[in-house]
């Protein structure tokens, strides 16, 4: 019997499909125009545009926090109201500015904050934080107010408070803002060897091209290609150095 | 900023700090009403009273000095009341209401500095106090953060253009008017700032609650402390 070969990227599971998703907002600007978009197990797929292009706007539907009109359905379970806790379990949003994402008195608090919220007992939530803050290299910081950390150190807080809560998927928007090159490089280096699928909005290159296993390009509110970053890069005239 | 200190010390260690909320809050209540009902003109007993909140205070290992200082941020409030009192022959109620105002303010304020806020929150929900008002002042409080920060941003966006420069009218009128238009932005910035953490909360599955990590538990100690809290507000209330 002949078959056409599997393609190893079709097989693995779909964690998240969103099918013409439009999105207005208050003051008439349509951000996103009927986007198409589909997560694999394991991906880690880079988000590019230009500002205001609806890349924040769009991961933003991906748990519930807007909704738009169209389908978007995360780990088989359709983004609604009474889908919401479950899937805000799944999805592990870090944010691009950490101190909104800080808003505990203490390090430990916050962390712990999403697992005490998804039912877990005082001493599990805690476990569960302590078990975070150390994968993310932070435990010495669990007493401390999240207001005395330097940037890169409330962003790994910021990570360690969703990888708490054991997502199945990553969201993270601009995570390298504010943080120094070598707060990158750490970084980076988390994420490489953090399994969960990874969506990675970013207008840094270098790191997307070191993280990411395909990107998709955002134009006016609709995905206007998909493929490998260095080819988006090319297609839409990204590259800093356009002679290189 | 003040808020953030009182949060610091609300993390002590002492016998103060580790009492029940609720315990603590009903012994503020006790000294409240002790306060606010004893006769004007009972100057020996409000003594007694300040030296207990002295003995307090040190009991809890707060910064006294501090503590007596930021206690003094209500006199201006009620100095206005007082001043009116006095004008209206009546020195005697005047000087009551300064001396009342401050012990207050000096028993919340070591109240909220030995007790973290969730703990705090926590113990008043439990005490009966509806959660919309809980929820509510949580978040003023927490937005208090933000709103202090979006202004110190400004102000220093406004400095580094020169602004508050020239001469004292000069610099008071330009200042004056930079404060007016940076109000609505500040609002607007503070606003946008808050929706943002609210988006955060949501995200991490917030549903109206602040779960705490360590469930208060009444103790025996929780009970002594309120009955001397009491003992020490009704004796000193009737007896000097």
Redesign the interface.
Known sequence: MSGSPINPARARKTLIEVRGLKYRYDDGTQALDGVDFDLRESECVALLGANGSGKTTFV?HL?G?LSGDGFVKVCGLPVSKENL?AI??K?G?V?Q?S???L????V??DV???P???GLA?DQ??SRALQALDQVGMAWAS?K?P?HLSAGEKRRVALA??LA?DPEILVLDEPTTYLDPPGQRDLLRLLKDLPQAKILVTHDIPFAQALATRAVFFEKGKLAAEGSIDELLYEFDWRLDPRA | MHHVLVEQWSRGRSWLHRRDARAKLASLAVVLIAIGTIRIGAHVALAAYFALLLAATVAARLPVTSILLRAGTVLPFSGTFAVVSWLSGDPQRAIALVEKSYLSALAALILISTTPLPKLFAGLESLGVPRLINLVVQFLYRYLFVISEQAQHMRLASRCRGGGHGGFRAANQNRFQAAAGALAVLFARSYGRAEGVHRAMLARGFAGHFPLLAPARLSLADGGFFLSALAAAVLVRFVL
């Open positions: 933003l748990n926090l806790p805000r379990a999805i949003m944010f500015d101190d909104e994402q808003f505990m008195p203490s430990l608090e712990a904050f999403g005490a919220n998804q005082p939530a805690t007493a107010a207001y408070g969703v809560m």
